[in-house]
């Protein structure tokens, strides 16, 4: 898959001096670069374009790590979120983010580096916790790497500290950076693998299913520990066959015996999303399914439906291996039991379930 | 002190064929009813003068009076006196005048809006009209509105005379624009035939869609099947309950599973003979795991008498599966 277009960089004032800033001027001496003050106040219907083409490099205020919101009334794996930046420079139809970001272009957070030691004290001063820490939530762990150098300082900081993980969650085939490094200890590379049609109709500027799987299968022979994330999984005539090709490839080319999670969740929207993506996508076809009002207010398949498709899924991954950690995503403790045939009942047993998948596959 | 602007302007006795009424650049007139306006001028004349600007082929533009002028026509008229602005002033200008002209005498429909949107893109920026225009026109300021309004131009004008006559709301024909000509034709008459609320309309429009989306059948497909058509034909079915009528059916369509298991819930509940006043809901689309009863009494002993009733019936274990065998 090819590098993104930048066409230029906004450079907020305060993070001027930032390292991040100066790492990536450097990166694009060749792309206009302007200093502008902070949009905080951007209009919601100016960014319908999302301005994916700039970088806004933007010295962060907030809390880097925090947990996950999760979704109420469903069950969530107690995950944390490290904000590196939001949006991505991918075109995912369904991609939350539309609703949910209210400031156009990719927004990077410059004192990401300089605020390492925050972190690392937190982490360090909960030595009996494990955290489960991701950038994957509101971007793509690797789309911007090449520009960033994210896991040039990341990797080394996560790896040496035992008792968390951190997974870098892709959709693309940039993995050349993170092999380079000696760093492996406590890192996670995922993907978030979806059928080809769904690729090619709904997931722009992504890498292909194969080109996620050979770069899996290139990480896990370096020695990477990597995950998958079958979410969203989108239900369409026919879906049955395709889902299956997927996990014949990852019988071609993947050792079952590293993968230390697979997640499944099926497509889920706040009602509001909805006009958005049909503005954006008039074309897609992800609403066609059968969608009702689920407990926390977002629209879901109907739960016979997301059962089958989940039950149908796990079953033939067990069938490849039965150890893979599977777990659903924001599911009920009755769709877990329907689908999987056990349910860890509540959030914290989830998450327990998944640090123990951490014990046991990346040992200190 | 401010000098006041005054417009030049000079009353021409001008020929009604030299004046161009096809609806020009500064047209903002859709879907009138002429008459009223006929029989007032046969009765004493045309009181304001229409105002006209010369185009470069020496005819006449309709800058403001377009409604006048279509009416003197009719009547057969072959000479007006009509004001002629010099042939400085601006078409932006001319525009405006009429706009003013217009907002100021009567309640524009939306597909004049949109028609004001558009020819104000010839000489402003998005920008400028969002932030200045639409809200002297009554429209949200923003992009969005500005696109939706923009695309009324784009319809047909069966649908745009639905949008002007109020009988299709604007967000509704918003979402036709996506839709192939015959298949939003298709649906405009269905919508017309009939009378919907904005809700049903806006629902039922996502619904035939998706279902034609996901079946790969055209929109007309959907509403000329011989369920719709068995609805819109039945003659003992009065408007308001065709409408219902046609929202199942296509409800059906739309979630054969939900609508499936509702039926199997509806059948397994109306099996037990639950006594009178006693009613079992399900969870909302069934995505919860909690139901509810609901025992409607009059004295204690009448509840318990439903209670040890309702206990007794064998069936009742087996209440929260009878739609799981979808």
């Given at each position: 898959m090819n590098q993104f277009e930048i066409r230029r960089v906004l450079i907020e004032r305060g993070a001027e001096n930032d390292s991040l800033s100066k790492r990536i001027i450097e990166k694009l001496h060749n792309i206009p670069i302007e200093i502008v003050e902070s949009n905080d106040l951007a209009l919601r219907e100016d960014i319908e374009e999302m301005d994916k083409n700039s970088l806004r490099l933007i010295h962060y205020k907030g809390e880097f790590l925090k947990p996950c919101p999760g979704t109420r009334r469903y069950i969530c794996c107690g995950y944390q979120i490290l904000n590196v930046g939001i949006n991505c420079p991918m075109e995912c139809s369904y991609c939350f983010l539309q609703s949910y970001v209210n400031q156009p272009?990719?927004?990077?957070?410059?004192?990401?580096?300089d605020k390492l030691n925050v972190i690392g004290e937190f982490i360090d001063n909960h030595p009996d916790r494990i955290f489960r820490i991701g950038?994957?939530?509101?971007?793509?762990?690797?789309?911007?790497?090449?520009?960033?150098?994210?896991?040039?300082?990341?990797?080394?900081?996560?790896?040496?500290?035992?008792?968390?993980?951190?997974?870098?969650?892709?959709?693309t085939s940039f993995i050349k950076e993170i092999i380079n490094t000696r760093y492996?200890?406590?890192?996670?590379?995922?993907?978030?693998?979806?059928?080809?049609?769904?690729?090619?109709?709904?997931?722009?500027?992504?890498?292909?299913?194969?080109?996620?799987?050979?770069?899996?299968?290139?990480?896990?022979?370096?020695?990477?520990?990597?995950?998958?994330?079958?979410?969203?999984?989108?239900?369409?005539?026919?879906?049955?066959?395709?889902?299956?090709?997927?996990?014949?490839?990852?019988?071609?080319?993947?050792?079952?015996?590293?993968?230390?999670?697979?997640?499944?969740?099926?497509?889920?929207?706040?009602?509001?999303?909805?006009?958005?993506?049909?503005?954006?996508?008039?074309?897609?076809?992800?609403?066609?399914?059968?969608f009702v009002t689920g407990l926390?207010?977002?629209?879901?398949?109907?739960?016979?439906?997301?059962?089958?498709?989940?039950?149908?899924?796990?079953?033939?991954?067990?069938?490849?291996?039965?150890?893979?950690?599977?777990?659903?995503?924001?599911?009920?403790?009755?769709?877990?039991?329907?689908?999987?045939?056990?349910?860890?009942?509540n959030s914290s047993t989830l998450s327990g379930y998944l640090d123990n998948r951490v014990r046991l596959l990346m040992p200190n | 002190m401010t000098e006041k602007k005054l417009l030049k302007s000079s009353l021409v006795n001008v020929t009604v064929s030299d004046i161009d009424l096809k609806p020009g650049p500064f047209c903002m007139s859709f879907n009138f009813n002429l008459e009223p306006l006929k029989a007032s001028i046969e009765k004493f004349g045309v009181i304001n003068p229409p105002y006209l600007l010369k185009s470069p082929d020496n005819h006449f533009m309709v800058v403001a009076g377009?409604?006048?002028?279509?009416?003197?026509?009719?009547?057969?008229?072959h000479n007006i006196v009509c004001n002629t602005l010099p042939d400085a002033f601006s078409l932006f200008n001319a525009l405006l005048f009429n706009l003013n002209d217009n907002l100021i005498h009567r309640q524009l429909n939306n597909i004049e809006k949109g028609m004001i949107l558009q020819r104000l893109t010839r000489f402003t920026s998005t920008e400028d009209i969002v932030t200045n225009f639409m809200p002297i026109l009554g429209i949200p300021s923003n992009k969005h509105q500005f696109e939706l309004f923009l695309g009324l131009n784009e319809l047909e004008e069966r649908i745009k005379v639905s949008v002007a006559m109020e009988r299709l709301p604007i967000k509704v024909a918003g979402l036709m624009r996506n839709i192939g000509k015959n298949d939003r034709l298709e649906i405009n008459d269905?919508?017309?035939?009939?009378?919907?609320?904005?809700?049903?309309?806006?629902?039922?429009?996502?619904?035939?869609?998706?279902?034609?989306?996901?079946?790969?059948?055209s929109i007309k497909d959907i509403i000329d099947s011989k369920d719709i058509q068995g609805v819109l034909?039945?003659?003992?079915?009065?408007?308001?309950?065709?409408?219902?009528?046609?929202?199942?059916?296509?409800?059906?369509?739309?979630?054969?599973?939900?609508?499936?298991?509702?039926?199997?819930?509806?059948?397994?509940?109306?099996?037990?003979?639950?006594?009178?006043?006693?009613?079992?809901?399900?969870?909302?689309?069934?995505?919860?795991?909690?139901?509810?009863?609901?025992i409607v009494f009059r004295k204690g002993e009448d509840l318990k008498g439903k209670l040890d009733n309702l206990y007794n019936l064998p069936e009742l274990e087996r209440i929260t599966d009878f739609w799981k065998g979808i």
């Open positions: 272009s990719l927004r990077l957070f410059t004192n990401l580096e950038t994957g939530e509101f971007t793509d762990s690797l789309s911007l790497n090449y520009i960033t150098g994210w896991t040039d300082f990341l990797l080394p900081f996560f790896s040496f500290r035992k008792n968390c993980i951190l997974e870098l969650k892709t959709k492996r200890k406590r890192i996670i590379v995922a993907w978030s693998l979806n059928t080809s049609r769904i690729i090619a109709n709904e997931e722009g500027k992504t890498a292909s299913l194969k080109e996620r799987i050979i770069s899996a299968q290139e990480c896990q022979k370096a020695g990477f520990i990597i995950a998958f994330h079958f979410d969203p999984l989108i239900n369409y005539p026919g879906w049955e066959n395709e889902y299956e090709e997927i996990i014949q490839l990852l019988e071609k080319y993947i050792d079952p015996a590293s993968i230390i999670w697979i997640s499944i969740g099926s497509f889920r929207y706040m009602p509001d999303l909805k006009w958005r993506i049909l503005r954006r996508f008039p074309g897609t076809n992800i609403f066609n399914g059968e926390d207010g977002k629209q879901r398949y109907f739960k016979p439906i997301r059962v089958k498709m989940y039950a149908n899924l796990s079953e033939r991954l067990k069938k490849w291996y039965d150890n893979l950690g599977i777990y659903l995503c924001m599911e009920s403790d009755d769709v877990w039991e329907q689908s999987l045939g056990w349910s860890p009942k | 377009y409604q006048r002028l279509m009416a003197v026509k009719e009547l057969g008229w269905l919508f017309t035939s009939l009378k919907w609320s904005f809700n049903q309309q806006w629902e039922t429009i996502q619904w035939i869609k998706e279902i034609a989306s996901r079946e790969g059948r034909q039945n003659n003992t079915m009065n408007k308001p309950q065709k409408v219902k009528a046609i929202i199942k059916r296509l409800k059906f369509m739309r979630f054969p599973s939900l609508s499936h298991a509702e039926k199997l819930f509806n059948k397994g509940i109306s099996n037990l003979s639950l006594p009178l006043g006693v009613k079992i809901i399900p969870p909302s689309f069934f995505e919860g795991i909690d139901y509810r009863l609901e």
